[in-house]
């Protein structure tokens, strides 16, 4: 069967170029709130089941492209071509407090199979038999996880992820990590993954892209031998270049503190513990 064609934006120009091999083509998108230009042309390709992770300091106009992206932003000017099945997961599950977990899932699916595609979807995020719960029962992680399965039962071409794991704790974030790794390699969605956590776009994508002063400053593709591990001398360095391209000062960033430190240090040492065990991809 062939792709569908990736469509444009409702929101912006459209045109007529197709081209079923990317799930996004961006080209030139600007976007100004006032006197202020937050884009100032970004240029992106993303093809189909390739996973992008976009870093950026707050504020740098990270959701501003994903929501161009996600068709929900008028005011963006450019070209864009979006695949046209895709949906978008933020920090906030974002579940509908009076419905339970499957009725979160399927909510607005009108396939007389949903309510089987969502128990489906639910066992995979591993959430079985929590069908009946209500939202507010739920931990951070799994109220995410349900986010998660209500974005996959749609089977999405281009899966848009606003910083999902910002707002959980570090163990629940390495186990969602591992658990979008099993996900993407069943579903081949494209990501585009927002995150200003430099470790989870190593961890995660097989390209980086870094947003300053309204561009794309760096795009890298993550080419690291055998499994990505945080204390690998190979992370490490893709880690540095990538703080210094967002003008982080490594050191500070790694103790906390604002003052200069003396040493670079990041620490090193081998795995341990299953948590870290799960890193490995
Ligand atoms: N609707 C809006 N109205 C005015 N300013 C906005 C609006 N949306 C975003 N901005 C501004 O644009 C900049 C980029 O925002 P955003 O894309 O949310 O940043 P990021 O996701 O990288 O933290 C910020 O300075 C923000 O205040
Ligand atoms: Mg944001």
Not at 139 to 149: C, H, I, P, W, Y
Request: glycine share 8%; hydrophobic share 45%; aromatic share 4%.
């Amino acid at each position: 069967m062939a792709t569908p064609p990736v469509t444009a934006v409702p929101s912006v120009e459209a045109a007529t170029r197709t081209a079923p091999d990317r799930a996004v083509i961006v080209r030139h998108l600007r976007r100004s709130f006032g006197m202020r230009d937050v884009l100032r042309g970004i240029d992106l390709e993303i093809r189909r089941g390739e996973f992008v992770a976009l870093l950026g300091r707050s504020g740098s106009g990270k959701s501003t492209i994903l929501r161009a992206l996600a068709g929900l932003d008028r005011g963006a000017s450019g070209e864009l071509f979006v695949a046209a099945s895709r949906t978008v997961v933020y920090q906030e599950p974002r579940l509908l407090p009076w419905a339970k977990v499957l009725e979160n899932v399927i909510l607005g699916l009108r396939d007389p199979d949903a309510a089987n595609r969502g128990r489906q979807a639910l066992a995979e995020v591993g959430l079985e038999g929590h069908e009946s719960d209500w939202p507010k029962t739920l931990s951070g992680g799994e109220a995410q996880r349900v986010a998660l399965a209500r974005a996959l039962v749609r089977h999405p071409d281009l899966l848009l992820l606003d910083e999902p794991f910002g707002a959980l704790d570090a163990l629940t974030r390495i186990r969602m990590h591992a658990l979008v790794v099993k996900l993407c390699r069943r579903h081949h969605p494209a990501v585009l993954l927002v995150t200003h956590d430099v470790d989870e776009a190593i961890v995660l994508a097989d390209r980086v892209l870094v947003l300053a002063d309204g561009r794309v400053s760096l795009d890298t593709p993550v080419r690291l031998e055998g499994p990505r591990v945080r204390s690998s001398p190979e992370f490490g360095r893709l880690r540095s270049r990538l703080f210094h391209e967002l003008g982080v000062d490594e050191a500070t960033e790694a103790t906390g503190v604002d003052e200069p430190v003396p040493t670079l240090s990041i620490p090193t040492r081998p795995l341990t513990t299953a948590t870290e065990q799960e890193t490995l991809l």
